[in-house]
């Protein structure tokens, strides 16, 4: 009898590669690499018995239950075809995608498209490890129809705000722009803090630096104070006062700068001595192993990862069997991760550092996939990190994890806080209001005397607050006792703004409002960078005013639509759909079709928009200057009332665009003119302007000349400037392109400058000048001279890598750095990005080249410029998924 063969179907191939090796030769393990239909992105991949229906642009039939179009891409056909020959072969199918609700749904598509006549079942397990494998095989479950629709529900829903909000900004703001369902909530979320920000009053104040003096019997024998009273009246710090500027309460002094440099006279010679010491226990508990969250916020502060980078090296991890499951909301750890996680304390710690039970911690998270596993080393027995042969980032992160894992079960870190109050008597010091004599100092500090988890694992913070093995090392002190002043300095302070969203704060804000799901945070933040909502300084995330133009649209006009808790409600619906306590048409139509008077919907907030002052939503007064910032189609400009306009840097953070940076980019307006002279050839004045691409200079041709007429131009080299061109120059860059000869074929090669710099042209070959200058000096002989070198790029032969960086971890193909027309740009061979202003071709990063790639997918693909009618792809219309036993498909809801 023959033995009988199952198909395993999983994401990755990498994943299938791993899982193959653990199944014998009865199982064929293959991959769908990733998704294999999804709903139609362009009119050209809508069937054409569609094409005619007024809902087929979305995709989606709101009027039929939302029923969607689904389609199989291009890039899929082939791999749809190889599975079904290989089912072909087989008695069963094993769907064995990601136990999420992405993955649920990745195997219900992939159950449609192959219309198996084979048992079906799924196969889910939370990390690659043979046991881990070998128990997924022996208990298959059925496909769990309650996490599809919620999948199903999550896109359909995407896909209508995306497809009727996103053409409203392309009318009222600029082309090309989009909106989503949490993508522009965290948007808002950005652009808020910005308004934080502009809106931000600064309050100075000063205090004393004091550092005291124990005397030279005590370690240590200096530590520092910080003045606290004085006469018996709190001295004011940056908490006491708010964003306005002003002191919130009356029962604090405020030090100017004299009374600061008057009471630090004073307290170099004043009598000092120790008037309390307290000492209270400490103790502090581990934190709970890592959610994908957590690792996301822990990877950002403590690796320097972006989201999308933390994700994509977890994904290698989880894909090559060292980590557990990395989507997931779970704080749960497995009887057999405790007792791995147990057994490596007492081996590299010793038993001490181990609590008498094990730790158990639950989840805070609503809605948490408890059946998933918290972050965590795989198998029974955690591979040390340096047992792993793992190297740079996914060491790093490997790491990072493997030391939380254990933190969490070891023993709680203890020892005491101390906090000394100091009581100073000085000569009589005039202050404003009043004289003072007295003074109370306070110095703080915290001493561990066990370490316990800290010895595995210290957190990061957000701000420049101080982590938990942080501490200043007090002397032993006792009341009485006489003390010294080492050193007083006056302080001056202003208060600070509050800060930018970092990446991993933001990704905290998202969960602390609900609002998304964990393993979206990172393509979320990847979108809002790459559609130049949001830009990177350092590492904080600062919005642009074209965010800013955005977020007061969708706020006037589409409010439920930015409101955080509406979206965090939403969110909640899908994961009631998720556990079958809601049905999907139901959220559906409310969503789209309105919930009574509480939510309109988003059918009448698009249909019954009324009139938008598309000018005035993309105007933003500064205070009362009369100085408008104004989002324009190209780019964004300061406009004065008298109509100067200048160009505002793309890089300017919107909170540093004060009133007289406004005046000084005004100095220089755009069309501004700068008459250069008379062009005695042709009669016409030549002047020089600013425009909105650069400086460039024109002629200015007479009134009766033809309509048809255009004015000679050109743009000023790099090196040159408004002030500095002259007549001369400007008639010798109108010139261009400078013939410079022919050659001996009698081809003509002309030097001219370009979008991408000054080059070469003989025919269709162009070849690359060093400098603008050449353009002007270069000879026949030397432009020949060029021409005979062999042609490295373009057609005639491909560039050689300047830098490897290894495989992606979205395509799995080898990603390089090289140099094209445009200048440098890194490429899988499928994708191309073309490097940023900041980037330095010498010493990019492989996760830098990474996060490009996937900035650049998130963009979409360019337009197509053809009007050649694509053929149709295959499609089905997925109905309301129905159940099919026994493969169980997503049933109607």
């Known amino acids: 009898m023959m033995a009988s063969k199952r198909l395993v179907i999983v994401e990755s191939p990498t994943k299938a590669t791993k899982i193959a090796g653990y199944l014998g030769r009865d199982y064929i393990v293959e991959s769908s690499r990733g998704h294999v239909r999804d709903l139609p992105t362009s009119a050209s991949e809508v069937p054409a018995k569609y094409k005619g229906e007024k809902w087929a642009r979305t995709g989606v039939n709101v009027s039929d239950d939302f029923q969607p179009i689904y389609v199989v891409s291009a890039d899929k056909k082939s791999t749809i075809k190889d599975l079904k020959a290989k089912l072909k072969e087989v008695d069963e199918l094993l769907l064995a995608t990601d136990g999420d609700r992405e993955g649920e749904a990745i195997a219900w598509h992939l159950m449609e498209e192959l219309k198996p006549k084979v048992p079906v079942k799924r196969m889910v397990f939370h990390e690659i490890t043979k046991p881990a494998i070998e128990e997924a095989v022996r208990n298959p479950r059925e496909l769990d129809v309650d996490l599809v629709d919620a999948q199903e529900t999550r896109r359909i829903l995407d896909r209508l705000y995306g497809y009727e909000v996103s053409p409203v900004l392309w009318k009222k703001v600029m082309p090309r722009l989009s909106a989503g369902r949490v993508q522009s909530v965290a948007t808002r979320l950005v652009v808020d803090k910005e308004r934080e920000r502009i809106a931000f009053v600064p309050a100075s104040y000063w205090d004393l630096d004091v550092m005291l003096d124990a005397g030279p019997d005590c370690d240590p024998r200096n530590f520092p104070a910080r003045l606290a009273e004085v006469e018996g009246t709190r001295v004011a710090q940056g908490r006491d006062f708010d964003a306005a500027g002003q002191l919130t309460g009356s029962d604090a002094l405020v030090l100017d700068e004299a009374a600061a440099k008057a009471l630090a006279e004073a307290l170099r010679t004043a009598t000092l001595r120790v008037g309390s010491v307290e000492s209270k226990p400490y103790t502090r508990r581990p934190y709970e192993p890592f959610r994908t969250t957590t690792m996301q916020q822990e990877a950002g502060r403590k690796l320097g990862f972006s989201s999308q980078r933390a994700m994509s090296v977890a994904q290698e991890l989880y894909e090559k069997g060292f980590i557990t499951y990395m989507r997931t909301d779970s704080v749960t750890l497995s009887t057999q991760a405790i007792s791995a996680a147990r057994k490596q304390v007492a081996e590299l710690f010793g038993e001490r550092f181990l609590p008498a039970k094990p730790r158990v911690y639950t989840s805070k998270v609503k809605n948490a996939q408890e059946a998933h596993e918290a972050i965590r080393p795989a198998g029974d027995t955690f591979q040390h990190p340096d047992a792993t042969g793992l190297a740079g980032d996914a060491f790093r992160l490997y790491q990072l994890i493997w030391r939380r894992t254990l933190a969490s079960q070891m023993a709680d870190a203890r020892g005491e806080s101390v906090s000394v109050g100091i009581e100073a008597a000085f000569v009589a010091t005039p202050l404003p209001g009043g004289e003072a004599s007295s003074a109370k100092l306070v110095a703080s500090g915290r001493t561990i005397t066990f370490p316990g988890f800290l010895k595995a694992y210290v957190a990061g913070t957000d701000d420049d607050s101080a982590t938990d093995d942080a501490q200043t090392r ?253 007549l001369p120059t400007a008639l010798k860059l109108m010139s261009l392109p400078r013939v410079v000869g022919a050659d001996p074929e009698g081809n003509e090669i002309t030097a001219q400058n370009g979008r991408y710099g000054p080059y070469l042209k003989r025919g269709t070959d162009s070849r690359s000048l060093t400098s603008e200058d050449q353009i002007f000096d270069i000879s026949l002989d030397e432009a020949l001279a060029i021409y005979a070198q062999p042609k490295t790029r373009g057609r005639a032969a491909a560039a050689a890598p300047l830098k490897e960086f290894g495989p992606d971890p979205v395509s799995g193909k080898p990603v390089v750095l090289k140099s094209g027309r445009f200048g440098p740009y890194v490429t899988d061979g499928e994708t191309n990005a073309t490097l940023r202003r900041d980037d330095d071709p010498a010493t990019v990063a492989p996760e830098r080249a990474f996060e490009l790639l996937a900035e650049k997918r998130a963009k979409g693909p360019a337009p197509k410029r053809t009007t050649r009618k694509a053929p149709a792809k295959k499609a089905t219309t997925a109905r309301k998924p129905a159940a099919k036993k026994p493969t169980g498909t997503a049933a109607k809801k």
Do not use: C
């Open 474 to 726: 007090l002397p032993i002190l006792d009341e009485g006792q006489g003390l010294a002043a080492a050193s007083v300095e006056p302080a001056g302070h202003e208060t600070r703004p509050p800060a930018r969203y970092t990446e991993p704060s933001l990704v905290a804000k998202l969960e602390e409002l609900e609002i998304g799901r964990p393993s979206t945070y990172a393509s979320i933040i990847r979108t809002i960078t790459a559609r130049d909502y949001v830009f990177k300084k350092g590492s904080a995330l600062v919005p642009t005013w074209l965010a800013f133009a955005v977020t007061r649209l969708l706020e006037d006009h589409f409010p439920d639509l930015v409101d955080y808790a509406f979206t965090a409600q939403l969110e909640e619906q899908l994961d009631e759909i998720a556990a079958g306590k809601a049905k999907r048409l139901s959220v559906l139509t409310d969503f789209y079709f309105g919930g009574g008077d509480a939510h309109l919907g988003l059918e009448k907030l698009v249909t019954e928009l009324g009139d938008i002052d598309a000018r005035a939503l993309s105007t933003f007064p500064l205070g009362d200057s009369g100085i408008d910032v104004r989002v324009g189609r190209y780019g964004t400009y300061v406009e004065a009332s008298d109509g100067r306009r200048a160009n505002v840097p793309e890089d300017l953070p919107p909170d540093a665009l004060t009133v007289e940076l406004a005046e000084e980019l005004l100095s220089k307006p755009l069309d501004e003119e700068h008459q250069l002279g008379v062009d005695e050839a042709s009669g016409n004045m030549i002047v020089a302007k600013n425009g909105r691409f650069g400086p460039y200079v024109t002629e200015v041709l007479p009134d009766d000349a033809p309509k048809s007429a255009k004015p000679r131009t050109a743009s000023l080299f790099k090196s040159m400037s408004l002030d500095s061109v002259d």
